[in-house]
């Protein structure tokens, strides 16, 4: 058990819709990160906030949104749902995010399995 | 971040050492070197990671060669659930988000 929760597990929807997926971190940890997997793209860094902002961004779509609130857990919207959006969700943690000589390794959720019909 | 390259597949015999290597002959100064495993569609699972010295925790030990170009993950004694697909990292020590995953080794632990 990583200590990172992710809800829901699974998740079915149709296209043109939108979804909220949650994370809570590890007790203790200020970074939040995003990935997402699909079958032919592999593991893919979406976007990372740390303590409540946004502090780094990958190749995330402009339908995509996510935030930090006060008590860390994090949030990633997805709308206007494609086919294509169909992929394993994942969150991760960890104690830096961004601070010099700071290698704390990040640990991962495992994840809500988005499926758009 | 340097680039890795991994073999795609390995087996290894149940009880065995599992030794899964990695090329990152691009590596700089400052970037440490990372392992993870995902096990089928799990979340990725940290396993160790190092900067130049060898490293060992519960889970497996890390020898890092003396150039920094290669390593090699060890699990000493493989079990069946050890099966997964292994990831070699390299990130600047402090960076920011990302980490690059490629594609891995796939290791198969039989009995």
């Known amino acids: 058990d990583s200590g990172v929760t992710q809800t829901p597990k699974h998740l079915i929807t149709a296209t043109g819709q939108r979804v909220t997926l949650r994370c809570s971190p590890r007790?203790?940890?200020?970074?939040v990160y995003w990935y997402q997997q699909s079958l032919d793209q592999g593991l893919q860094f979406l976007i990372q906030?740390?303590?409540?902002?946004?502090?780094a961004k990958g190749n995330i779509l402009e339908r995509f949104s996510a935030q930090q609130f006060p008590d860390l857990h994090s949030e990633l919207n997805l709308s206007s749902l494609e086919l294509g959006d169909s992929a394993l969700y994942f969150c991760?943690?960890?104690?830096?995010?961004?601070?010099?000589?700071?290698?704390?390794?990040?640990?991962f959720g495992d994840g809500t399995r988005l499926s758009i019909l | 971040d340097a680039k890795t390259t991994q073999p795609p597949s390995m087996d290894c015999a149940e009880g065995r050492a599992a030794n899964l290597p990695c090329n990152h002959s691009?590596?700089?100064?400052?970037?440490?070197v990372y392992w993870y495993r995902q096990i089928h569609s799990q979340g990725p699972q940290y396993i160790i990671h190092?900067?130049?010295n060898n490293e060992t925790n519960e889970m497996a030990s890390l020898i890092i060669t003396e150039d920094r170009k290669s390593s090699t993950l060890i699990l000493p004694h493989a079990t069946l659930r050890d099966t997964a697909v292994y990831y070699c990292?390299?990130?600047?020590?402090?960076?920011?988000?990302?980490?690059?995953f490629g594609k891995g080794t796939k290791l198969s632990v039989k009995p």
């Open positions: 906030y740390y303590n409540g902002e946004e502090r």
């Open positions: 691009t590596i700089s100064g400052n970037e440490y």
């Open positions: 190092g900067l130049k």
């Open positions: 990292i390299v990130r600047v020590d402090g960076s920011q988000g990302n980490l690059i």
């Open positions: 007790s203790g940890d200020l970074s």
């Open positions: 991760a943690s960890s104690a830096s995010g961004g601070h010099p000589r700071s290698n704390q390794p990040q640990h």
